[in-house]
Every structure is written in C-alpha cells, then in structure tokens.
T-cell receptor, first 115, second 113 residues
Framework: EAGVAQSPRYKIIEKRQSVAFWCNPISGHATLYWYQQILGQGPKLLIQFQNNGVVDDSQLPKDRFSAERLKGVDSTLKIQPAKLEDSAVYLC?????????????FGPGTRLTVT | QQQVKQSPQSLIVQKGGISIINCAYENTAFDYFPWYQQFPGKGPALLIAIRPDVSEKKEGRFTISFNKSAKQFSLHIMDSQPGDSATYFCAASIGGSNYKLTFGKGTLLTVNP
C-alpha cells in the first residue's frame, strides 16, 4: 500500500510571498488532515476534510491560509501572504476513521522556511 | 490551552535500559490514546495505541500503561536500542466526532550505545 505523498519536500520563500503544498492520501482514505508542526512542538491540526467537505478548520488562519480537496482525493494547502511565523513543517495525514480504525497515516511533510 | 501535557522534553537512556515517557490529559471525553514515533525528516508513525477500557497494552518492547482515574498514560520502551532514538509524541482523540488528534509537545529520546 502506497503511503501519503507530499510535495514539495522543501520550500524557501520570502515573507509576503505565496506558497502551495500538495498531498495525495492513501487510496480509499476518506479523511484527510493538514497539520502544522513548528520546530520542537507536536503537530497542530489546521484543517480536516471528510471526502471533499471540511469537517474542522477552527485552527486555520483563514486570512492567509486556504485549502481544498477536489474530488475527495488530492488536496492543496495554500499560504498567501506568508509570514515569518509560518516557518514549519506541514504534514498531511489520511485515515479511514471507522469505529475500529482510527490510525492516521502521515506523509513526510513539507518543510517551509520563510525569510 | 494545552490539553495533553507530555514529559520529559528530552530523555537519554543507555542501550538496554527502560525509557519512560509520561502524558496527562484534561478532557475526559478522550477515548483513544496513540503514541507516535518520528524520525528526523519523516512524518510521525503510529507506534501503539490504547483505549480507556484497558489499563495496559503491550506490543513487543513497547507498552502503554493507562490510568483513567489519574488521567495519565505512559509509554515504556523495554531494552531500549540506539535505533529507538527519535521523537515520541503522545496524542488523544474523541470518538464519534471528527477523531482529530491533539498532540503533546514531544519527547526527544536518545539511546546511547
């Protein structure tokens, strides 16, 4: 079974620029998550999709962050404009989320550096 | 507000020793408690998970101990190996909702040979 794919793996941008990250979840996983992991901290959920609908975006800074999941498969996360404090690893995860299976499978992440 | 508190922040253990990482939670609605292992440059990977209806779960060298009344759970790594050197995160989620994970801040484990 192929894992969660993310690209790019690394990105360096200047503040006020825009950036987009892409995620391809494990086939058949209806739930997709985007997490932000700041250095030295645990992942923090930004947004959760169930198929192509948003379940939870309560911690997404909506003035600059946006995400979409077209056709309930791939997803993109965009930051525009970026701030210095957005420097972090952006992790995508997917899950079946049935009653007996709640494991989230994480991709390798995209390391974003904002200068 | 941090709902899952993890300690210690870092831990150094000798090869063959026991590594113990502790977590405490506040929300009694949590009903799923996984531990994730993360190596540098990789995403977190599920190590072991427990539900509150059992007090202990063991998988190989890894054991979760769960104390529902104290709202605490811990990860024990027996016979620690240099290959276990990684960052470990405890987490918790609520079933019947969106299953989102709330993570602790992580513990950097170093196992010296």
């Amino acid at each position: 079974e192929a894992g969660v794919a993310q690209s790019p793996r690394y990105k360096i941008i200047e503040k006020r620029q825009s950036v987009a990250f892409w995620c391809n979840p494990i086939s058949g996983h209806a739930t997709l998550y985007w997490y932000q992991q700041i250095l030295g901290q645990g992942p923090k959920l930004l947004i959760q999709f169930q198929n192509n609908g948003v379940v939870d975006d309560s911690q997404l800074p909506k003035d600059r962050f946006s995400a979409e999941r077209l056709k309930g498969v791939d997803s993109t996360l965009k930051i525009q404009p970026a701030k210095l404090e957005d420097s972090a690893v952006y992790l995508c995860a997917s899950s079946r989320n049935t009653g007996s299976s709640r494991e989230q499978y994480f991709g390798p992440g995209t390391r974003l550096t904002v200068t | 507000q941090q709902q899952v508190k993890q300690s210690p922040q870092s831990l150094i253990v000798q090869k063959g020793g026991i590594s113990i990482i502790n977590c405490a939670y506040e929300n009694t609605a949590f009903d799923y408690f996984p531990w994730y292992q993360q190596f540098p440059g990789k995403g977190p990977a599920l190590l072991i998970a427990i539900r509150p209806d059992v007090s202990e779960k063991k998988e190989g060298r890894f054991t979760i101990s769960f104390n529902k009344s104290a709202k605490q759970f811990s990860l024990h790594i027996m016979d620690s190996q240099p290959g276990d050197s990684a960052t470990y995160f405890c987490a918790a989620s609520i079933g019947g909702s969106n299953y989102k994970l709330t993570f602790g801040k992580g513990t950097l484990l170093t196992v010296n040979p």
